[in-house]
Every structure is written in C-alpha cells, then in structure tokens.
C-alpha cells in the first residue's frame, strides 16, 4: 500500500548535508509527501511535510520535483542524533499513513 | 503541539492471557486514532483504523477478533490483544491527528512513543 520507494541505507559524514530520495511517482494531485524518522525503539517522529512548493523548518527541507513523481529531504548539517530509519510517506485519501520501507541514514563522525 | 500518549510502553505476559494497550491524545481531541505493529527490523504496518463512537476499521490479514479496538472518547483509544501468543511480540504503536476528514492532508499525524509486548 506504501506508495514510495527510498534506498534501504545512506552514509553521510557528521557536519555534511544528507540529501535523502524518495519515489513517489503514482502521486495524485492531492496527496502530501510526509517525511519522519524512527530512531531505534522509539515512535516515529515528524520532520517536515508539503504538496507542491519545497519547504523548510527548523529540522529540515523539503524539495519535491515540478511533476512530484520525486522529493529529497535534506538535514542542512547532519549530527550523530540524525543517525535513524527515515520514512517518506505520501498521505491518501483518508488520512492513512502507509510505511514503506524507509532509508536507515548513518552519520559518521 | 500535539501529544500521544501511550501505555504502557512495555510489557510482559504469558501465553493464553490479554493484554490491553492505551493510547490517548493529551491536548487535542482525535475523532480518528491509528494502531500500527511493527516487527524488528521491519517498517511499520498499519492494523487499523479507530472511529470514535464506532467499529474500527482493520487492513486485510488483521484478525479483528485478535485485536479488539475500543475508540470510546475523543482522546482515547485502546487496542487489546487476546489471548496472546509469542507470535504477538511486536512493537506496538499509535497515532492520531486533532483533524482527519476530507482537506485534512495538510494536518500532520502525531505518533505515540510505542509499546513493547514480549509474550512468553
């Protein structure tokens, strides 16, 4: 049910942006891209989410293509507590979160 | 912002007994909760649906008889496994909204901290 894809694992060296993919090309016009990591053994925890325009907060931004078949989210200046499994989600109708399986990002010092 | 809250958030049993895990909203009222399990290693997998004041709404291959939900007030909801075996271990966790419903994409979805259930 999970309409994204993402590469099951990434490196990035601490202070170093991590650009994190995902794949979303069944989309549907009224569809959110969510993004949220899970570190280990605890609740998932929201980062950043958006429709068509890329975002940013404090956490992290969101740049999701012109045809949103595809987005990155990218920690600016990845820390060791960045270290975790982050999940790109696209929220249907419905409101249902359907996981797929997720990048587990390793940051290293 | 928005807070769930889960209980307990780990817990031990024996085959054969029930266990009953509760998930609350503490500063939003959530008409809609959801139930995910997630194995080690593994994603998370959506179980159900809770509706406030109704059934619940399960995904295929959840046993509904196995996993009772009750949605019985606006921040409450509980999921309870019956008659546990150790197939049942998992890593249960819940998450709700304050808005769900039709122009609620934007809205994000808070998640509970999870509870762990070892059935021996």
């Not at chain 2, 139930?35 to 109704?54: C, D, H, I, V």
């Amino acid at each position: 049910d999970a309409k994204t894809t993402q590469p099951p694992s990434m490196d990035c060296a601490e202070g170093r942006a991590a650009n994190l993919p995902c794949n979303h090309s069944t989309i549907s016009g009224n569809e959110y891209v969510y993004w949220y990591r899970q570190i280990h053994s605890q609740g998932p925890q929201y980062i950043i989410h958006g429709l068509k325009n890329n975002e940013t907060n404090e956490m992290a931004s969101l740049i999701i293509t012109e045809d949103r078949k595809s987005s990155t989210l990218i920690l600016p200046h990845a820390t060791l507590r960045d270290t975790a499994v982050y999940y790109c989600i696209v929220r249907v109708p419905g409101n249902q979160f359907y996981f797929g399986t997720g990048t587990s990002l390793t940051v290293i010092p | 912002g928005a807070v769930v809250s889960q209980h307990p958030s780990w817990v031990i049993c024996k085959s054969g007994t029930s266990v009953k895990i509760e998930c609350r909203s503490l500063d939003f009222q959530a008409t809609t909760m959801f139930w995910y399990r997630q194995f080690p290693k593994q994603s998370l997998m959506l179980m159900a649906t809770s509706n406030e004041g109704s059934k619940a709404t399960y995904e295929q291959g959840v046993e509904k008889d196995k996993f009772l939900i009750n949605h019985a007030s606006l921040t409450l909801s509980t999921l309870t496994v019956t008659s546990a075996h150790p197939e049942d271990s998992s890593f249960y966790i819940c998450s709700a909204s304050p808005f769900t419903g039709v122009g609620s994409g934007a809205n994000v979805l808070t998640f509970g901290a999870g509870s762990r259930l070892t059935v021996l």
